[in-house]
């Protein structure tokens, strides 16, 4: 697609749900990665992938928290067990990685709220 | 923990003057980067500067980095209402593989 797609834009989730996010990243980008941005927050950086390597879940805040990247495209984040804490704007970002640096197309991200 | 901190946190002006926000880091980078995000959704990349270079320009954005004190600025200059969002310096470096992104500068342009 041109963009970064994710969805869904809005998800309302009674507190103790799982839910799934979902992110299409730029065709034939590498890198991908998954930020929680709360109200009147910075970003913070949850999940790095980067083509077959292994991702870099250093910033997962729990074990609730896990994400897959499938086939190198399309990246699901599975929260389970939602807390109130955990709503937030959730971010999705893709780069294709040129000269070493990164430039980060974003997706207009996923605003979660737990009731 | 966060390697950009940007400063002042929020800046209002009158529509046509200059805007300047300021970054710090704390490890060595490869290069820093300007991000502006309107009504809390998506960032929009603004502009990339290296570690190599002192000033870049694009349009009416001029960006500054000091390697030597880790800190970068961001001006805007003959601002407009459009201006009005949120900026975010983002570093590259300190030996992991991802964007530290800093918790912004609220910026509000009157018309």
């Known amino acids: 697609g041109a963009g970064v797609s994710q969805s869904p834009s809005n998800k309302v989730t009674e507190k103790g749900k799982d839910v799934e996010l979902r992110c299409d990243p730029i065709s034939g980008h590498t890198a991908l990665y998954w930020y929680r941005q709360s109200l009147g927050q910075g970003l913070e950086f949850l999940i790095y992938?980067?083509?077959?390597?292994?991702?870099?879940k250093s910033g997962l805040p729990s074990d609730r928290f896990s994400a897959e990247r499938t086939g190198g495209s399309v990246s699901t984040l599975t929260i389970q067990r939602t807390q109130q804490e955990d709503s937030a704007v959730y971010l999705c970002?893709?780069?294709?990685?040129?000269?070493?640096?990164?430039?980060?197309?974003f997706g207009s991200g996923t605003q979660l709220s737990v009731l | 923990s966060q390697q950009g901190e940007e400063d002042p946190q929020a800046l209002s002006i009158q529509e046509g003057e200059n805007a300047t926000m300021n970054c710090s880091y704390k490890?060595?980078?490869?290069?820093l980067q300007w991000y502006r995000q309107n009504s809390g959704r998506g960032l929009v990349h603004l502009i990339l500067?290296?570690?190599?270079?002192r000033e870049k320009h694009s349009g009416r954005l001029r960006v500054t980095l000091d390697t030597s004190k880790k800190s970068s600025s961001l001006l805007i200059t003959a601002s407009r209402a459009a201006d009005t969002a949120s900026y975010f310096c983002a570093t590259d470096g300190g030996g992991n593989n991802r964007l530290a992104f800093g918790k912004g500068n609220q910026v509000v342009v009157i018309p």
């Open positions: 970002a893709s780069s294709a990685r040129d000269r070493g640096t990164e430039k980060l197309f």
């Open positions: 500067i290296r570690s190599n270079e």
């Open positions: 490890t060595s980078i490869n290069n």
């Open positions: 992938f980067q083509g077959n390597s292994a991702p870099d």
